[in-house]
Protein backbone atom coordinates (compact mmCIF):
# COMPACT_ATOMS: atom_id res chain seq x y z
CA UNK A 1 0.00 0.00 0.00
CA UNK A 2 1.35 3.67 -0.56
CA UNK A 3 1.40 5.65 2.26
CA UNK A 4 -1.64 7.89 3.24
CA UNK A 5 -1.38 11.59 2.56
CA UNK A 6 -1.10 13.75 5.77
CA UNK A 7 -3.83 16.02 5.83
CA UNK A 8 -4.79 19.39 7.43
CA UNK A 9 -8.54 19.86 7.37
CA UNK A 10 -9.95 23.68 8.17
CA UNK A 11 -13.14 23.69 8.75
CA UNK A 12 -16.43 25.30 10.13
CA UNK A 13 -17.99 22.09 11.63
CA UNK A 14 -21.26 22.19 10.14
CA UNK A 15 -23.71 19.33 8.30
CA UNK A 16 -21.48 18.73 5.01
CA UNK A 17 -18.28 19.37 7.14
CA UNK A 18 -19.60 16.46 9.14
CA UNK A 19 -19.61 14.19 5.66
CA UNK A 20 -16.31 15.16 4.59
CA UNK A 21 -14.93 14.48 8.11
CA UNK A 22 -16.33 11.11 8.28
CA UNK A 23 -15.14 10.70 4.77
CA UNK A 24 -11.57 11.07 5.25
CA UNK A 25 -11.53 8.89 8.48
CA UNK A 26 -12.67 6.03 6.74
CA UNK A 27 -10.41 6.58 3.73
CA UNK A 28 -7.16 4.46 3.39
CA UNK A 29 -5.28 7.52 1.04
CA UNK A 30 -5.52 9.52 3.57
CA UNK A 31 -4.97 10.04 7.23
CA UNK A 32 -5.72 13.65 9.40
CA UNK A 33 -3.02 14.41 11.40
CA UNK A 34 -4.78 17.84 12.25
CA UNK A 35 -7.80 20.17 12.46
CA UNK A 36 -8.51 23.59 12.47
CA UNK A 37 -11.69 25.71 13.11
CA UNK A 38 -13.10 28.71 11.69
CA UNK A 39 -15.97 30.48 12.45
CA UNK A 40 -18.70 30.01 9.00
CA UNK A 41 -21.58 27.80 9.84
CA UNK A 42 -21.12 28.03 13.55
CA UNK A 43 -18.81 29.82 15.53
CA UNK A 44 -15.37 28.44 15.80
CA UNK A 45 -15.71 27.30 19.22
CA UNK A 46 -19.19 25.04 18.69
CA UNK A 47 -17.07 23.44 15.32
CA UNK A 48 -13.96 22.84 17.64
CA UNK A 49 -16.73 20.78 20.21
CA UNK A 50 -18.54 19.36 17.37
CA UNK A 51 -15.44 18.12 15.69
CA UNK A 52 -14.10 16.62 19.25
CA UNK A 53 -17.02 14.84 20.10
CA UNK A 54 -17.53 13.29 16.28
CA UNK A 55 -13.62 12.58 16.31
CA UNK A 56 -14.73 10.77 19.95
CA UNK A 57 -17.32 8.85 18.57
CA UNK A 58 -15.56 7.65 15.49
CA UNK A 59 -12.64 6.28 17.91
CA UNK A 60 -10.34 9.15 16.24
CA UNK A 61 -10.16 11.34 19.47
CA UNK A 62 -6.19 11.21 19.69
CA UNK A 63 -6.67 13.78 16.16
CA UNK A 64 -5.90 17.45 17.60
CA UNK A 65 -8.31 20.04 16.62
CA UNK A 66 -7.27 23.98 17.33
CA UNK A 67 -9.51 26.96 17.99
CA UNK A 68 -9.11 29.40 15.11
CA UNK A 69 -10.46 32.32 14.08
CA UNK A 70 -14.03 33.41 15.64
CA UNK A 71 -13.66 36.97 13.49
CA UNK A 72 -13.09 37.45 9.78
CA UNK A 73 -10.05 39.13 8.43
CA UNK A 74 -11.93 43.01 8.03
CA UNK A 75 -15.38 42.36 9.87
CA UNK A 76 -16.23 40.39 12.95
CA UNK A 77 -18.42 36.83 12.75
CA UNK A 78 -22.14 36.97 11.64
CA UNK A 79 -23.73 34.79 13.35
CA UNK A 80 -23.58 31.36 11.07
CA UNK A 81 -26.18 29.89 8.86
CA UNK A 82 -28.51 28.11 11.74
CA UNK A 83 -30.89 27.69 9.18
CA UNK A 84 -29.09 25.54 7.26
CA UNK A 85 -26.72 23.64 9.60
CA UNK A 86 -29.31 24.01 12.84
CA UNK A 87 -28.60 25.64 16.06
CA UNK A 88 -25.44 24.09 16.88
CA UNK A 89 -24.60 23.18 13.70
CA UNK A 90 -24.55 19.62 13.47
CA UNK A 91 -28.78 19.41 12.42
CA UNK A 92 -29.50 19.57 16.17
CA UNK A 93 -28.22 15.93 16.89
CA UNK A 94 -26.67 16.06 19.97
CA UNK A 95 -23.41 13.84 20.45
CA UNK A 96 -22.15 12.29 23.68
CA UNK A 97 -19.12 15.38 24.75
CA UNK A 98 -15.98 14.24 24.26
CA UNK A 99 -13.32 14.72 27.21
CA UNK A 100 -10.25 15.63 24.70
CA UNK A 101 -10.40 19.73 24.36
CA UNK A 102 -9.08 22.04 22.14
CA UNK A 103 -5.28 21.91 21.04
CA UNK A 104 -4.04 24.96 22.56
CA UNK A 105 -1.57 26.54 20.09
CA UNK A 106 -4.82 28.01 18.02
CA UNK A 107 -5.51 26.67 13.91
CA UNK A 108 -3.05 28.99 12.54
CA UNK A 109 -0.17 27.66 14.95
CA UNK A 110 -1.05 23.99 14.12
CA UNK A 111 -0.91 24.27 10.75
CA UNK A 112 2.58 25.74 10.71
CA UNK A 113 3.73 23.07 12.66
CA UNK A 114 2.31 20.54 10.91
CA UNK A 115 3.70 22.13 7.92
CA UNK A 116 7.47 21.04 9.76
CA UNK A 117 6.66 17.89 11.06
CA UNK A 118 4.88 16.82 7.04
CA UNK A 119 7.32 19.07 5.19
CA UNK A 120 6.83 18.62 1.73
CA UNK A 121 3.71 16.10 1.84
CA UNK A 122 1.21 17.70 3.69
CA UNK A 123 -1.70 18.44 1.89
CA UNK A 124 -4.61 21.49 3.21
CA UNK A 125 -7.87 20.94 3.01
CA UNK A 126 -10.09 23.97 3.61
CA UNK A 127 -13.93 23.69 3.11
CA UNK A 128 -14.74 27.00 5.40
CA UNK A 129 -14.08 30.29 4.90
CA UNK A 130 -9.98 30.47 4.59
CA UNK A 131 -9.46 32.81 7.66
CA UNK A 132 -6.94 30.55 9.56
CA UNK A 133 -4.71 29.73 5.79
CA UNK A 134 -4.39 33.87 5.71
CA UNK A 135 -3.50 34.29 9.67
CA UNK A 136 -1.02 31.11 9.15
CA UNK A 137 0.32 32.45 5.96
CA UNK A 138 1.19 36.00 7.71
CA UNK A 139 2.27 33.92 10.84
CA UNK A 140 4.99 32.14 8.44
CA UNK A 141 5.52 33.65 5.22
CA UNK A 142 7.52 30.21 4.12
CA UNK A 143 4.34 27.88 4.90
CA UNK A 144 3.40 27.33 0.90
CA UNK A 145 7.42 25.84 0.18
CA UNK A 146 6.47 23.26 2.78
CA UNK A 147 2.87 22.00 1.62
CA UNK A 148 2.24 19.94 -1.25
CA UNK A 149 -1.44 21.18 -2.20
CA UNK A 150 -4.11 23.10 -1.24
CA UNK A 151 -7.78 22.21 -1.82
CA UNK A 152 -10.26 24.26 -1.34
CA UNK A 153 -14.45 24.23 -1.46
CA UNK A 154 -15.30 28.00 -2.78
CA UNK A 155 -16.31 30.11 -5.03
CA UNK A 156 -18.20 30.12 -8.30
CA UNK A 157 -16.44 30.56 -11.57
CA UNK A 158 -19.50 30.18 -14.08
CA UNK A 159 -22.09 29.49 -11.87
CA UNK A 160 -24.22 31.67 -9.41
CA UNK A 161 -23.37 32.42 -5.82
CA UNK A 162 -25.15 30.71 -3.15
CA UNK A 163 -24.97 33.98 -0.69
CA UNK A 164 -25.06 36.87 -3.32
CA UNK A 165 -25.70 36.34 -7.37
CA UNK A 166 -22.14 36.30 -7.99
CA UNK A 167 -20.46 34.92 -4.42
CA UNK A 168 -20.55 31.63 -2.36
CA UNK A 169 -20.78 31.18 1.45
CA UNK A 170 -16.83 30.20 2.18
CA UNK A 171 -15.40 33.10 -0.06
CA UNK A 172 -18.03 35.99 0.85
CA UNK A 173 -17.81 35.27 4.14
CA UNK A 174 -13.67 36.23 4.10
CA UNK A 175 -13.13 37.12 0.52
CA UNK A 176 -9.43 38.59 1.71
CA UNK A 177 -8.71 35.95 2.99
CA UNK A 178 -9.81 34.19 -0.15
CA UNK A 179 -7.63 36.43 -2.16
CA UNK A 180 -4.46 35.32 0.16
CA UNK A 181 -5.21 31.75 -0.11
CA UNK A 182 -5.43 31.87 -3.89
CA UNK A 183 -2.55 34.64 -4.38
CA UNK A 184 -0.31 32.62 -2.33
CA UNK A 185 2.64 30.43 -3.89
CA UNK A 186 1.19 26.81 -3.89
CA UNK A 187 -1.03 24.70 -5.74
CA UNK A 188 -4.64 25.30 -5.31
CA UNK A 189 -7.35 22.87 -6.12
CA UNK A 190 -10.51 24.80 -5.94
CA UNK A 191 -13.73 23.03 -5.85
CA UNK A 192 -16.15 25.47 -6.80
CA UNK A 193 -20.28 25.19 -6.85
CA UNK A 194 -20.34 24.72 -10.40
CA UNK A 195 -19.31 21.05 -9.70
CA UNK A 196 -20.27 20.92 -6.02
CA UNK A 197 -24.21 21.55 -6.97
CA UNK A 198 -24.12 18.38 -9.14
CA UNK A 199 -23.31 15.81 -6.94
CA UNK A 200 -26.29 15.20 -4.35
CA UNK A 201 -26.82 12.24 -1.51
CA UNK A 202 -30.17 11.25 -1.43
CA UNK A 203 -32.74 9.21 1.13
CA UNK A 204 -32.09 6.02 0.46
CA UNK A 205 -28.32 6.44 0.72
CA UNK A 206 -28.83 8.48 4.14
CA UNK A 207 -30.82 4.81 5.07
CA UNK A 208 -28.02 3.25 4.52
CA UNK A 209 -25.83 5.10 6.89
CA UNK A 210 -28.61 5.06 9.71
CA UNK A 211 -28.27 1.38 9.20
CA UNK A 212 -25.12 0.69 9.89
CA UNK A 213 -24.02 -1.07 13.49
CA UNK A 214 -21.30 2.05 14.14
CA UNK A 215 -22.72 4.92 16.28
CA UNK A 216 -20.77 7.47 14.14
CA UNK A 217 -21.93 6.40 10.98
CA UNK A 218 -25.59 6.73 12.29
CA UNK A 219 -24.89 9.81 14.13
CA UNK A 220 -23.81 11.09 10.65
CA UNK A 221 -27.18 9.83 8.95
CA UNK A 222 -29.31 11.57 11.44
CA UNK A 223 -27.75 15.06 11.42
CA UNK A 224 -28.04 14.90 7.65
CA UNK A 225 -32.23 15.08 8.14
CA UNK A 226 -31.63 19.06 8.83
CA UNK A 227 -29.94 19.60 5.63
CA UNK A 228 -31.90 17.37 3.49
CA UNK A 229 -35.07 19.38 4.60
CA UNK A 230 -32.91 22.97 3.69
CA UNK A 231 -32.19 21.54 0.33
CA UNK A 232 -35.56 20.45 -0.31
CA UNK A 233 -37.14 23.44 -2.45
CA UNK A 234 -33.68 23.26 -4.41
CA UNK A 235 -33.69 19.72 -5.47
CA UNK A 236 -37.29 19.08 -5.13
CA UNK A 237 -36.81 15.67 -2.76
CA UNK A 238 -35.20 15.18 0.26
CA UNK A 239 -31.47 15.16 -0.54
CA UNK A 240 -28.57 17.61 -0.29
CA UNK A 241 -25.50 19.01 -2.22
CA UNK A 242 -22.36 17.11 -1.44
CA UNK A 243 -20.09 20.81 -1.05
CA UNK A 244 -17.65 19.85 1.18
CA UNK A 245 -17.17 15.86 0.83
CA UNK A 246 -16.56 16.80 -2.62
CA UNK A 247 -13.29 18.35 -1.87
CA UNK A 248 -12.84 15.95 0.52
CA UNK A 249 -12.86 13.48 -2.12
CA UNK A 250 -11.05 14.88 -4.85
CA UNK A 251 -8.23 15.30 -2.01
CA UNK A 252 -7.91 12.07 -1.10
CA UNK A 253 -7.87 10.51 -4.68
CA UNK A 254 -11.15 9.24 -4.46
CA UNK A 255 -12.45 11.02 -8.05
CA UNK A 256 -10.50 12.34 -10.58
CA UNK A 257 -11.37 16.17 -12.08
CA UNK A 258 -11.82 15.51 -15.89
CA UNK A 259 -12.55 19.23 -16.55
CA UNK A 260 -10.01 21.45 -13.94
CA UNK A 261 -8.03 23.99 -16.22
CA UNK A 262 -4.91 25.98 -14.10
CA UNK A 263 -6.27 29.80 -14.44
CA UNK A 264 -5.26 33.21 -12.57
CA UNK A 265 -8.05 33.43 -10.46
CA UNK A 266 -8.83 36.99 -8.12
CA UNK A 267 -11.14 37.46 -5.35
CA UNK A 268 -12.97 40.45 -5.14
CA UNK A 269 -12.70 42.37 -1.63
CA UNK A 270 -14.47 45.57 -2.83
CA UNK A 271 -17.66 46.45 -0.75
CA UNK A 272 -19.81 46.47 -4.05
CA UNK A 273 -22.16 43.76 -5.30
CA UNK A 274 -19.26 42.10 -6.80
CA UNK A 275 -17.69 40.88 -3.18
CA UNK A 276 -16.86 37.91 -2.63
CA UNK A 277 -16.87 36.72 -6.75
CA UNK A 278 -14.27 34.16 -7.67
CA UNK A 279 -13.17 35.49 -10.95
CA UNK A 280 -11.40 32.36 -12.88
CA UNK A 281 -9.82 33.40 -16.27
CA UNK A 282 -11.66 30.97 -18.60
CA UNK A 283 -11.17 32.49 -21.69
CA UNK A 284 -10.30 30.40 -24.53
CA UNK A 285 -11.88 27.17 -22.73
CA UNK A 286 -13.53 26.86 -26.05
CA UNK A 287 -10.37 26.70 -28.27
CA UNK A 288 -9.03 24.34 -25.98
CA UNK A 289 -6.44 26.79 -23.86
CA UNK A 290 -6.79 24.59 -20.59
CA UNK A 291 -4.49 26.29 -18.90
CA UNK A 292 -2.41 29.74 -18.38
CA UNK A 293 1.50 29.36 -18.06
CA UNK A 294 1.80 30.22 -14.69
CA UNK A 295 -1.00 30.20 -13.11
CA UNK A 296 -1.31 28.35 -9.93
CA UNK A 297 -5.22 27.33 -9.06
CA UNK A 298 -7.06 24.80 -10.91
CA UNK A 299 -10.29 25.07 -11.26
CA UNK A 300 -12.81 22.11 -10.77
CA UNK A 301 -15.88 22.33 -13.08
CA UNK A 302 -16.17 18.33 -13.83
CA UNK A 303 -15.20 15.35 -12.51
CA UNK A 304 -15.48 11.56 -13.27
CA UNK A 305 -18.27 10.13 -11.92
CA UNK A 306 -21.15 11.13 -9.00
CA UNK A 307 -19.40 10.65 -5.70
CA UNK A 308 -22.50 9.94 -3.84
CA UNK A 309 -21.89 6.07 -3.82
CA UNK A 310 -18.40 5.88 -3.49
CA UNK A 311 -18.80 8.48 -0.60
CA UNK A 312 -21.43 6.08 1.24
CA UNK A 313 -19.50 3.03 0.70
CA UNK A 314 -16.59 4.63 1.92
CA UNK A 315 -18.04 5.67 5.13
CA UNK A 316 -19.90 2.88 5.80
CA UNK A 317 -16.42 1.15 6.03
CA UNK A 318 -15.35 2.66 9.40
Not at 116 to 125: A, C, D, I, P
Not at 290 to 313: F, K, N, Q, S, Y
Request: negative net charge; hydrophobic residues 45%; contains cysteine.
Amino acid sequence: MTTPIPVYLDCDTGVDDTVALAYLLASPAVEVVGIGTVSGNIDAAQAARNTLDLLALAGHADIPVAVGAHDHLDHPYGGGARHVHGENGIGGVELPRAAAEPDPRGAAQLLVDLSHTYEGRLHVLTIGPMTNLAHALELDPTLPGRVAEVTAMGGAALAAGNITPVAEANVYNDPQAAAALVGADWNVTLVPLDVTLDHTLDEDQRRMLLASPHPFVRAVGEILDHYFDFYLPTYGVRSCALHDPLAAVIAAGGSQPTRAPRVPVEVDVSHGPGRGQTIADLRGQRLGVRHHDGARTRVVLEVDAPIGPHLVETILSV
